[in-house]
């Protein structure tokens, strides 16, 4: 292992490693390992254990924008800048989600695309009822959708790969486009 990538969590790691493979790429050949670090407060143990003060491997990783200040002041503790802005963070190889990866991967597919991937999961009449609650009538079926892959402890999980696996490659979300181009 040369290279770490670090996503928050597991349908992160998942939806990264089926680009991956959709590339073409091995990431294990390749000596990336793509490490889910259980949310982003966690970032600085992660950094230390692999970064410049520990094995000092190469870092990557994946963030959600309402977590990207975690990772900004990890990667300044760790020693790896100063006043870090979102280009700085990219250069270091951190790529922040516009909201998270789920909203980035609804965005690219489109709605009807990802509701064709809950259908295909035996979710479609559960999203329906979701759909009916108070709280969600009248709000885009985008944020419908985001929140749903949410409600249920294993959907995220259960749909990363899927939703990867239905995107147009020409239509890769950027973070994780980015993402893989710098490892």
Same mark, same amino acid.
């Not at 294990?28 to 254990?49: C, E, M, N, Q």
């Not at 300044?76 to 790529?95: I, K, M, Q, V, Y």
């Given at each position: 292992?040369?290279?770490?990538?670090?996503? =928050?969590?597991?349908?992160?790691?998942?939806?990264?490693?089926?680009?991956?493979?959709?590339?073409?790429?091995? #990431? /294990?050949a390749?000596?990336?390992?793509?490490?889910?670090?259980?949310?982003?407060? &966690?970032?600085?143990?992660?950094?230390?254990?692999? $970064?410049?003060? /520990? #094995?000092?491997?190469?870092? %990557? $990783?994946?963030?959600?924008?309402? @977590?990207?200040?975690?990772?900004?002041?990890? +990667? =300044?503790?760790?020693?790896?800048?100063?006043?870090?802005?979102?280009?700085?963070?990219? %250069? #270091?190889?951190?790529?922040?989600?516009?909201?998270?990866?789920?909203?980035?991967?609804?965005?690219? +597919?489109?709605?009807?695309?990802?509701?064709?991937?809950?259908?295909?999961?035996?979710? +479609?009449?559960?999203?329906?009822?979701?759909? !009916?609650?108070?709280?969600w009538? $009248?709000? &885009?079926v =985008? =944020?419908?959708?985001?929140?749903?892959? /949410?409600?249920?402890?294993?959907? !995220?999980?259960?749909? &990363?790969?899927? +939703?990867? @696996?239905? #995107?147009?490659?020409?239509?890769?979300?950027?973070?994780?486009?980015?993402?893989? &181009?710098?490892?």
């Amino acid at each position: 292992m040369r290279t770490v990538v670090l996503v =928050e969590g597991i349908s992160d790691r998942l939806a990264v490693e089926a680009l991956a493979a959709r590339r073409g790429r091995d #990431l /294990g050949a390749d000596g990336v390992s793509v490490v889910p670090i259980g949310g982003a407060h &966690a970032i600085g143990t992660f950094l230390a254990r692999f $970064g410049p003060g /520990g #094995l000092d491997l190469r870092l %990557a $990783g994946l963030c959600d924008a309402g @977590e990207e200040r975690h990772f900004q002041r990890a +990667l =300044e503790r760790t020693g790896l800048g100063s006043n870090l802005a979102r280009a700085d963070l990219e %250069a #270091l190889g951190f790529f922040v989600c516009v909201v998270d990866l789920e909203d980035e991967l609804i965005r690219s +597919l489109g709605a009807a695309a990802v509701m064709e991937v809950v259908d295909a999961q035996g979710d +479609l009449g559960s999203f329906r009822t979701f759909q !009916k609650q108070p709280a969600w009538r $009248g709000r &885009a079926v =985008e =944020e419908q959708l985001r929140r749903f892959l /949410g409600t249920h402890s294993g959907r !995220k999980i259960q749909s &990363a790969a899927l +939703l990867v @696996e239905a #995107l147009d490659l020409t239509r890769v979300p950027r973070p994780l486009e980015r993402l893989l &181009a710098h490892v």
